[in-house]
T-cell receptor
């Protein structure tokens, strides 16, 4: 595709429910990143996938958050037992491998927990 | 640990006036520096980046930034702004040259260009 695609663009869920957010990176990009953008915390790194290497999960805020990347392409971010403080815009980015490469961001999924 | 401080949360400016958006960083290791722009309801777009070499970096849409190691700053400038430059601007650092998508962001500066 032309850019990083995220779905859904908006998601409203009830507190305590699980949600899945999807990211389709740019074709051929081996690196994929998830970020969270919230009013109180700004932009925070969550998790990073690079090829077949173990993901860098150092930014995940709790064990309710997890992510998978299947076949080196599509990624799913899962939030279990959602809380109101999970309300934010979740951004996905992808890039080529190597030095000096640019990360391209999707438009994000706006998650509202009610 | 690394951190990024954007000194102004909002910068109002008139069209065709010059603007400077300030960014300071803190790090005990070498960093690579970026400015991203976010238009309403859109993702982030890279404006420019500093990895090495000349400390004056030119980016898209007429923006430029200067890396100042002694002052740990990376301020963004444009000599003449346009209404379409109204957006939120984020300064960011990476500590890895080969992983420049893992970023620490500042809190953002909203640039409001008035006619």
């Amino acid at each position: 595709g032309a850019g990083v695609s995220q779905s859904p663009s908006n998601k409203v869920t009830e507190k305590g429910k699980d949600v899945e957010l999807r990211c389709d990176p740019i074709s051929g990009h081996t690196a994929l990143y998830w970020y969270r953008q919230s009013l109180g915390q700004g932009l925070e790194f969550l998790i990073y996938f690079q090829g077949n290497s173990a993901p860098d999960k150092s930014g995940l805020p709790s064990d309710r958050f997890s992510a998978e990347r299947t076949g080196g392409s599509v990624s799913t971010l899962t939030i279990q037992r959602t809380q109101q403080e999970d309300s934010a815009v979740y951004l996905c980015a992808s890039s080529l491998e190597g030095e000096s490469t640019e990360a391209f961001f999707g438009q994000g999924t706006r998650l509202t927990v009610v | 640990a690394q951190s990024v401080t954007q000194l102004d949360s909002q910068v109002p400016v008139f069209e065709e006036a010059p603007v400077e958006l300030r960014c300071n960083y803190s790090s005990s290791v070498s960093v690579y520096l970026f400015w991203y722009v976010q238009y309403p309801n859109q993702g982030l777009q890279l404006l420019l980046k500093y990895l090495s070499g000349s400390t004056l970096v030119k980016g898209i849409n007429g923006f430029e930034a200067e890396f100042n190691k002694s002052q740990t700053s990376f301020h963004l400038r444009k000599p003449s702004v346009h209404i379409s430059d109204t957006a939120e601007y984020f300064c960011a650092v990476s500590v890895s040259r080969s992983n420049t998508g893992k970023l620490i962001f500042g809190q953002g500066t909203t640039l409001q260009v008035k006619p």
